[in-house]
């Protein structure tokens, strides 16, 4: 849908109020032009394009909250300044030393009174997570805002990703968000393979990858969880469960996070029958343990007591931020891409989604817990259904406007690529954690601040997602 820039903001309000919600909004050049381009998500695929004359444009935040972070970028990046924007804090362009520096100060979250003060944390952490600052107003122990400063660690992904459209750039896609890797490599396929019919038992197998690796992840957070509140034992446990996934992975495809595993056209290599009984025999064992895991966990009084009521997001705030993957089906929204708009053999399988309607720590946890054996169930499924064939075909792209849309063990990562001669002009990445962000600035309100940690967990942000 292509319109005039003035209308943008109604069109995606529209679209919004109709059941989509705004998944990506960036800018491309167009020759002399520069345009908007907006992909709206919902039980299909909407791509909304206006054309910018000048060095600004309406801003959607206001009638949109999630457009807020993307106007950000936009304006960064491009120059092109959303006029109305609310809150326009470098998302980028800063350092924690100063403008004298070459950035931007962070600056004080303007909370002030008697008995209120500021707790800067990050950028760097003690630990192997990537670089954050985050900068708490704390009254005693009660949080009254929190604001998250990313943007560290910018790698320029999207600019590398561009070039011909030929290359193989399966590698670079794997290193978006390493833990993510086929997610993201399924995202970047999908925009190169728009136009190629790929083999079926190829995409059995690609979709066994993508559940394996949303498995390992979702054990690593609850372990994480486990051990933010004090529960050494079940964070020892999910842990070596995350370990054997990690395992099995090396063992089927010869790397612990799946990484090699995909190709354009298909997968690098076929699983055998004894590869298929092997994953079978491992995934089955795993709902047992699941269950055992957090069984353990939630018999704890400490632990529900930490984990319930903590961290709470709201239906409404999800909607309006725009939050995606477990973090939003734990507060009651109904959005899975696997099940909306299905991809590889998802639309041949039965799945169900799992949503919780509390928002909190212990949502999260639950969630994450049905996720892992449902995909154990999809797992299964794909083994019983696939046949032999080939397992690889050759790529043809065309040129044109191509989109990949994968739903992530976070979520929903978007990829968006133009094409014009053979050659990708502007691709664009949307990782899930860059729209859930904001939401944790909003989930960690009124909670203490030795709850920051598990709630931080919960939600199961990437910083190297976030910084493209």
């Known amino acids: 849908m292509d319109i005039d820039v003035e209308d943008l903001s109604r069109v995606v309000r529209k679209h919004i109020e109709g059941g989509f919600r ?21 039980k299909r695929i909407e791509r909304v394009t206006a054309a910018v004359d000048g060095d600004s444009f309406g801003s959607l935040t206001p009638e949109v909250s999630g457009a807020s972070l993307y106007e950000r970028e936009i304006y960064e990046t ?88 030929s290359k193989d750039n399966t590698q ?46 979702h054990f690593g957070t609850i372990a994480g969880i486990a051990l933010d509140t004090a529960l050494a034992v079940p964070a020892a446990y999910g842990n070596m469960l995350r370990e054997k996934m990690l395992r099995l992975n090396e063992n089927i495809c010869g790397h612990r996070m799946l990484w090699g595993a995909l190709r354009p056209g298909g ?43 903590t961290g709470k997001l709201s239906y409404e705030d999800a909607l309006r931020l725009g939050v995606v993957g477990p973090v939003a089906r734990a507060s009651g929204i109904d959005n899975d891409v696997r099940k909306a708009i299905p991809y590889e053999a998802y639309g041949r399988i039965d799945l169900k989604v799992s949503k919780c309607p509390s928002g909190d720590v212990y949502a999260r946890l639950t969630v994450r817990k049905n996720e892992i054996i449902e995909s ?18 050759k790529v ?32 664009k990445i949307r990782d899930p954690s860059f729209p859930n962000w904001p939401a944790l600035e909003c989930a960690i309100m009124g909670n203490i601040v030795p709850d920051f940690p598990v709630v931080n967990k919960s939600f199961d942000l990437s910083y190297s997602g976030n910084d493209l």
């Not at 704390?138 to 910018?154: F, T």
């Not at 995934?283 to 966990?297: E, H, I, Q, R, T």
């Open 267 to 309: 997968v690098a290599r076929d699983l055998s029958d004894v590869a298929l009984a092997t994953i079978e025999r491992e995934a089955m064992k795993l709902k047992f343990d699941v269950n055992g895991l957090v069984d353990m966990m939630t018999r704890s009084p400490s632990f529900m007591d930490r984990a319930e009521t």
């Open 172 to 217: 670079l896609a794997e290193r978006i968000s390493g833990d993510n890797a086929v997610a993201h490599t399924l995202a970047y396929l999908q925009t190169i393979e728009q136009d190629t019919k790929i083999p079926e038992r190829a995409e059995y197998i690609r979709t066994i990858y993508a559940e394996l690796e949303r498995i390992y992840n």
């Open 396 to 427: 043809v792209t065309g040129d044109g406007f191509h989109i990949g849309v994968v739903e992530s063990p976070r979520g929903e990562a978007i990829h968006c690529a133009h094409i014009e001669n053979g050659r990708i002009t502007r691709y």
């Open 78 to 165: 491009y120059g092109l300044c959303p006029v109305g924007h609310p809150d326009m804090r470098p998302l980028r362009s800063r350092t924690v030393w100063g403008p004298e520096s070459g950035g931007a100060a962070i600056p004080h979250n303007g909370i002030v009174g008697n008995g209120t003060f500021e707790i800067p944390v990050g950028p760097i952490h003690a630990g192997v997570i990537g670089p954050g600052h985050f900068r708490f107003s704390v009254a005693g122990e009660p949080i009254l805002m929190m604001k998250a400063y990313l943007g560290y660690s910018r790698r320029g992904i999207e600019s590398m990703m561009e070039g011909a459209a």
């Open 22 to 42: 705004l998944a990506c909004l960036y800018v491309r050049d167009a020759g002399e032009d520069r345009v908007l381009e907006a992909i709206m998500v919902g």
């Open 376 to 393: 154990i169930s999809i797992i299964t499924q794909c083994i019983t259904r696939i046949k032999e064939g080939p397992v690889h075909t």
